[in-house]
């Protein structure tokens, strides 16, 4: 699986951007999906995951009620609606994609595949 997320950009604090990460391959529909983010001289942090179909989501504390994630898998695609920005939100946000769903998602490390990051950078 081969992932590419698009969607970042300069956004003022309190606006709102949507991040699409499309996959390739035959089994995305089968992974689960999710989206991390690397603010500078930090460690690379847990955003949110969605399983393959759909029927929960999972979020990092930092941005429950603010973000959602979805996922299209007639279009392979996931999505990150960010809303409510404030400027610690700024950072690189990857996403990745993972065979379980599940506390697996709290250790970045452990992810089968990553996609290049896209830039996020909320001005106050």
């Known amino acids: 699986v081969q992932l590419q997320a698009s969607g970042g950009g300069l956004v003022q604090a309190g606006g709102s951007l949507r991040l699409s990460c499309a996959a390739s391959?035959?089994?995305?529909?089968?992974?689960?999906m999710g989206w991390f983010r690397q603010a500078p001289g930090k460690e690379r942090e847990f955003v949110a995951s969605?399983?393959?179909?759909?029927?929960?989501?999972d979020y990092g504390d930092s941005v429950k009620g603010r973000f959602t994630i979805s996922r299209d898998n007639a279009k392979s695609t996931v999505y990150l609606q960010m809303n409510s920005l404030k400027p610690e939100d700024t950072a690189v946000y990857y996403c990745?994609?993972?065979?379980?769903?599940?506390?697996?998602?709290?250790?970045?490390?452990?992810?089968?595949?990553w996609g290049k990051g896209t830039l996020v950078t909320v001005s106050s």
């Open positions: 990745a994609a993972d065979r379980f769903y599940g506390s697996n998602w709290y250790r970045p490390g452990g992810m089968d595949y």
């Open positions: 391959g035959r089994t995305f529909s089968s992974y689960a």
């Open positions: 969605i399983p393959w179909n759909s029927r929960s989501t």
